[in-house]
């Protein structure tokens, strides 16, 4: 390798929509070869763990670690790129709040594995399971160990930079990357350390264009429910339950422009301490009825509380997770 900055990018436990999305900056992706020795990044490139081992302490400038932690690797993994990585990302929604994967910590590792292996949709006629060791004619072969509950990359390893997203908007990642080479030519300065990076710092209503007036729900209602809705008014008006309130801007408010509610995928506001408590003073203090029987059927509304409230910030809140999953093994 070259005397160039290093660059890493790992994939726990997530789709890997976020690898996509360094790969959609077009052709600012030239920026990133022009400026950087791609160190480790198995997605893209052969590589090994032994090659990230042998590297020298902080040898890896930047890292890009997208995915949260859920078995033995991903733990391993996130504590090598720490102690090798100058600067250490928690990119994208799952790493920094658990995100999708982070909805099984409702349920027990059983149920989890029961879906997977137990279900209409998979033939496994003996029950198997995965194991964390199992002995083959080859000698004891391995695998990662499941957690009982899926972890964020900061409640594992001290995380520098949080770029939020489901997944980062590339224009956003774009705009990290120039910033990170203008630092590293002396033409710029890094934010403080903790920072959010690639988003705004208020939500998403306030790039939303869409008309607000006094917000009265009525009912709350899924949006294929309706025959008809309004191009022009706030969605959260019209009685759709839309999370921008509580969700932290950057994306452009692109869901509400196309006609979809915002669902929370940047995470929470600056300031927020739980996305799902926000929601739910913001949600509540729009209902009108002081009467609880009426509350209480407008709130029906909502089929999918959890989903509604924890999609993607279940893992990093401070519910965690439920009793079923935390109570039923040790914790990493």
Not at 125 to 140: A, F, H, I
Not at 164 to 177: D, H, L, M, N, R
Not at 247 to 257: D, E, K, M, Q
Request: charged fraction near 25%; aromatic fraction near 8%.
């Amino acid at each position: 390798m070259s005397d160039k900055p290093k660059f890493a990018m790992y994939w726990a436990a997530s789709c890997g929509g976020c690898e996509i999305a360094v790969l959609n900056i077009h052709e600012k992706i030239l920026d990133v070869d022009a400026n950087f020795d791609v160190a480790f990044w198995p997605v893209a490139m052969d590589a090994k763990y032994k090659d990230v081992e042998a590297l020298p302490d902080e040898a890896i400038t930047l890292t890009l670690f997208n995915g949260g932690i859920r078995n033995s690797e991903n733990e391993a993994i996130a504590k090598l790129l720490r102690k090798k990585s100058k600067f250490l990302v928690a990119f994208g929604s799952c790493a920094c709040e658990g995100c999708i994967p982070g909805l099984a910590n409702f349920s027990s590792p059983k149920d989890v594995f029961d879906a997977a292996y137990d279900s209409v949709s998979t033939d496994n006629p003996d029950g198997v399971r995965p194991q964390s060791s199992v002995t083959v004619p080859e000698g004891e072969l391995e695998i990662p160990k499941f957690y009982p509950v899926l972890k964020t990359l900061d409640q594992v390893v001290p995380v520098d930079y949080y770029m939020p997203g489901c997944p980062p908007e590339s224009t956003q990642i774009g705009a990290v990357i120039d910033l990170v080479i203008k630092a590293l030519k002396g033409e710029a300065e890094l934010p403080p350390a903790g920072a959010t990076i690639g988003a705004g710092a208020t939500t998403v209503c306030d790039e939303c264009s869409r008309k607000r007036n006094i917000k009265t729900i009525k009912a709350f209602t899924r949006i294929q429910d309706l025959e008809h809705v309004d191009p022009e008014l706030c969605l959260l008006e019209q009685g759709i339950p839309c999370n921008g309130p509580a969700t932290r801007n950057g994306c452009g408010a692109l869901c509400p422009l196309a006609g979809a509610q915002c669902i929370g995928c940047y995470g929470p506001a600056e300031g927020v301490i739980d996305f799902g408590a926000r929601l739910m003073t913001a949600f509540a203090s729009v209902i009108d009825s002081d009467d609880q029987d009426e509350i209480d059927r407008i709130l029906d509304g909502l089929v999918d509380p959890a989903g509604q409230f924890y999609r993607f910030s279940l893992a990093g809140s401070l519910l965690g997770a439920a009793k079923s999953a935390w109570q039923t093994g040790e914790e990493k």
